[in-house]
């Protein structure tokens, strides 16, 4: 019987306070994501990956050009990996600099064609554009294949009822989930060629978390 390799998830949360918001909505995207690829018959293995812990190693190469061993770990696990959630703070309506940082430390071509699920947090539902105009151009940039849905969760999304006009966050994070699951499939199924420029053709589909 044929078996299939399990789907690598890597989560990159870049929140600064213990606890933090920024983490706990990482992880509630990693379980959505992680339910339906189950669901779906994979298995997955999720890293898990804060940028707290590592701020000065990441300064420390960002200045050196060396990256100490722990970085060095989670810089592979990034690249490697099959499919990507990576969730921000938001300051001064934009991602965080810690965040942008770590990004910025990747080979160039390391996120090409690899599906990603971006999400933020912030005090306010003001701060939500931020995703659109700063996190997706940022993939977009690195030729990622950043999933429809991106997920903001204000202060008051926590436990909220959402409004005539926006879903609640659990209805957002499970759609965000099935859609990154979807992407992650496919982009098994049909990988891209390592030396080739053009993003892997995912059907619209696959796009359904249906």
Known sequence: METTSPITLAVVSAGLSQPSSTR???????DA?????????REVRV??????????????????????????????EVSTADALIAVS??????????????FDLLEPGALA????????????????????HAMRPLF????ALVAPTAVFAASEDWGGTGDALTDTLPVR????????????????????????PALPFIPPAALSPH
């Open 24 to 30: 706990l909505l990482a992880d509630r995207l990693a």
């Open 33 to 41: 994501t992680t339910a339906h690829l189950t669901r779906a018959g």
């Open 47 to 76: 890293h898990l990956h804060e940028l707290r812990p590592l701020a000065t190693l990441i300064s420390h190469h960002l200045l050196s050009g060396f990256p100490a061993p722990a970085l060095a770990d989670a810089l592979e």
């Open 89 to 102: 703070p938001v300051f001064s309506a934009s991602y965080s600099g810690l965040f942008k940082s770590f």
């Open 113 to 132: 064609g690899k599906p990603v699920l971006i999400a933020a947090t912030g005090g306010t539902a003001r701060h939500s554009l931020a995703l659109e």
């Open 140 to 143: 977009a940039y690195q030729r």
């Open 173 to 196: 994070v499970e759609r965000a989930g099935g859609e990154l699951a979807a992407l992650a499939v496919a982009a098994v199924a049909a990988p891209r060629p390592a030396d080739s």
